[in-house]
């Protein structure tokens, strides 16, 4: 079969197979190599190239952000992936169960500020907006309504998990001023979420090197760079009060290699919001 051709069923239902396997061990926190994945794949399916499977991939974690669900770092979502790929992926978590206790152990795992970062490397540049067009399904409608969990939002609750993003985000902005020579600067910066309470629209107060203050919101996520994630409405009012000063940092892959990220203005000058959830998915 040409890489070009419409996917089969049978072509559909092994590569969601293979791809939930590797999520499912991803959440457990147990290793596996993708490309011996990949390569055993590639053996089943009809004349398709590595690439193709690729572009598969990502749209599986497509389908896995629409249904507010973790995917596998690395397989960035692309969208307009067919509708029978999202039945089957949905019919492989319903029969499925333990994909559904992975989740649920992984987002309520607590965390703890971790030690030895090498704080020179943290910040990363932010995911390119993406250029895909949005498919919508009309006819589809999510079928896994009696065990749907929003693991997006169940993590966004995880304390433990917000406090150590907040902590290792302090001694980076310290390390940030403190380099630049501004040690005055650095011994300034306050944990506003904890010394005023959480309901500024922010959670560090710091500083550019000129002086002026930045105001920081921080989210974090032990997953993919990409990952949704939910701010209230006072936050969003916030940032675009204090567009010139508000940075929304982003810590992704927290509990392997954490790494940061800057969003600064208006929230909504990156993402797409839900204007009754304020789920926010990067453009």
Known sequence: MATGQHWTDREIALTVADYMKMLTLELAGQSYNKTAHRRALLEQLDGRSKGAVELKHQNISAVLRDLNCFWIPGYKPRGNYQEALAHYLEAWINTHPEFDRASQFAVEQPAFMPSGIELSKL??????????????????????????????????????????????????????????????????????????????????????????????????????????????????????????????????????????????????NHCSMDPVSFICKLR
């Open 123 to 268: 910040l990363v540049d932010a995911p390119t907006p993406s250029n895909e067009v949005k498919e919508t399904h009309p006819t589809y409608a999510v079928k896994r309504s009696p065990s749907k969990r929003d693991y997006v939002a169940q993590e966004a609750r995880n304390s433990a998990l917000g406090a150590a993003g907040e902590l290792l985000v302090m001694e980076y902005e310290e390390f940030r001023l403190r380099s630049a020579g501004k040690k005055a600067l650095a011994d300034r910066i306050e944990h506003v979420s904890q010394s005023q309470g959480d309901g500024l629209g922010y959670d560090i107060l710091s500083y550019e090197i000129s002086g002026k203050e930045r105001f920081l919101e921080v989210k974090t996520t032990a997953f993919a760079k990409e990952t949704p994630f939910y701010a209230s409405r006072n936050e969003v009012s916030f940032s675009e009060e204090f567009q010139e000063q508000f940075h929304l940092y982003r810590l992704f892959e927290f509990r392997k290699s954490p790494k940061l990220f800057s969003l600064p203005g208006a929230i909504g």
